[in-house]
């Protein structure tokens, strides 16, 4: 019984350790994204900024 409560104790300990260094290692993504729509006959160039726009505010802010 005293062995299992050690097991669980130290089962516990590990876990909390382990969360705690992955919260640690995080980091932040700063990316900057350009669409190259220079190849592409579309009169409407606000299409692919708004696409620029979209994925660099997705990729900071997730």
Do not use: A, P, W
Request: with cysteine.
């Amino acid at each position: 019984m005293r062995s299992l409560k050690i097991f669980c104790m130290r089962s516990i300990t590990y876990s909390f350790l382990l969360l705690f260094f992955f919260k640690l290692s995080s980091q932040q993504l700063n990316c900057e994204v350009v669409v190259n729509s220079g190849f592409i006959n579309q009169t409407e160039k606000e299409i692919f900024n708004n696409l620029e726009r979209n994925i660099e505010s997705f990729f900071k802010f997730k």
